[in-house]
């Protein structure tokens, strides 16, 4: 699930004002970071109902005026982009056990707008993203501690035209297997952290194959009442392999491999809130600023999420 998908198709527009690619394809990637932030997963699991559902709701808000281009030394004027989303999420926990974890699974449909302008140039779309679909596994390590596993794919299902700036699809798939951990150090201390490793296929309209990219989201916070939480938020972002286009690694105007394989990287942290009601629902806002930020936007990230559980 990725909410920031602008400038999906910018390696064209970047070829045309005689510019290299960005890391991975126009800058983007089907992670979403900072998506998952206070009790990434649900606690005491073997406890829980043996159909057990969660239903998730997100809004996302992006917003970058700052484009880095590390391969260049320098950064790309005249840019502005924001994007919005809403998200539902819908959560399955099942009785079946595998590995001795229960087995379950997760959806999540993205509606999205995009809006980007850069040297003088600007584009807008709204539509349906990209589909997220998982099998996870949750293993309960004892009642303040949860372990999880899963391996997300991302369906290309939103629009996407490759000579518009704006998309609301990658037009690639990307598999990515993922590993969560929720734990109580104490009554009052959550500490939630979320590591993934996205494996990207080809954009066939492109020819283009972004890098893998490692990444993690992380999360810590404090109970200051028994219903609300105060803590810090945020993610990391790290390409390890080179774009490729046509079968090769991808290259300056000059037809000469960029040197740092045009990978990208970032960092962000900031403050969030978490708040519990009706007994088992919660909601929670995250804000993470970016930084050391190389071939990708650099901006600011809202997160807000509302979940309610119920089982059958």
């Known amino acids: 699930m990725n909410p920031t998908r602008?400038?999906?198709?910018?390696?064209?527009?970047?070829?045309?004002?005689?510019?290299?690619?960005?890391?991975?394809?126009?800058?983007?990637?089907?992670?979403?970071?900072?998506?998952?932030?206070?009790?990434?997963?649900?606690?005491?699991?073997?406890?829980?109902?043996?159909?057990?559902?969660?239903?998730?709701?997100?809004?996302?808000?992006?917003?970058?005026?700052?484009?880095?281009i590390s391969s260049l030394g320098g950064k790309v004027p005249q840019v502005k982009i924001r994007s919005d989303a809403i998200i539902p999420r819908l959560d399955y926990l099942s009785p079946l056990r595998v590995f001795g974890g229960r087995l379950g699974g997760y959806i999540a449909q993205p509606y999205l707008k995009q809006q980007v302008a850069l040297f003088g140039m600007s584009d807008q779309r709204e539509s349906m993203g990209d589909t997220t679909i998982a099998p996870i596994i949750l293993w309960d390590l004892g009642k303040n501690l949860t372990l999880g596993a899963a391996v997300e794919i991302t369906v290309p299902t939103g629009e996407?035209?490759?000579s518009r700036l704006a998309n609301t699809s990658n037009n690639f798939?990307?598999?990515?297997?993922?590993?969560?951990?929720?734990?109580?150090?104490?009554e009052r201390t959550e500490l939630s952290i979320k590591t993934t490793y996205s494996f990207n296929q080809e954009n066939h309209a492109t020819d283009y194959r972004s890098g893998q990219i490692f990444h993690?989201?992380?999360?810590?916070?404090?109970?200051?009442?028994?219903?609300?939480?105060?803590?810090?938020?945020?993610?990391?972002?790290?390409?390890?392999?080179?774009?490729?286009?046509?079968?090769?690694?991808?290259?300056?105007?000059?037809?000469?491999?960029?040197?740092d394989g045009v990978r990208g990287q970032v960092f962000a942290i900031g403050p969030a809130v978490y708040f519990t009601f009706l007994e088992y629902a919660s909601a929670e806002v995250r804000w993470a600023k970016e930084f050391d930020v190389e071939n990708r936007p650099q901006g600011d990230m809202l997160w807000a999420k509302l979940t309610i559980p119920f089982a059958l």
């Open 173 to 186: 798939y990307t598999y990515k297997p993922l590993v969560s951990v929720t734990w109580l150090p104490d």
């Open 160 to 162: 996407y035209d490759a």
């Open 216 to 259: 993690f989201d992380y999360s810590a916070s404090y109970k200051v009442t028994d219903n609300l939480s105060l803590g810090i938020n945020g993610y990391y972002l790290k390409q390890t392999t080179d774009d490729k286009q046509y079968g090769r690694t991808v290259t300056n105007i000059y037809g000469e491999e960029v040197n």
């Open 6 to 68: 602008a400038l999906a198709p910018l390696p064209l527009a970047l070829a045309l004002l005689s510019l290299p690619t960005l890391a991975t394809e126009g800058g983007v990637d089907n992670i979403g970071p900072g998506t998952d932030g206070f009790y990434i997963l649900p606690l005491d699991v073997d406890h829980l109902p043996d159909h057990m559902f969660a239903f998730n709701l997100y809004y996302n808000h992006y917003e970058a005026t700052k484009l880095d």
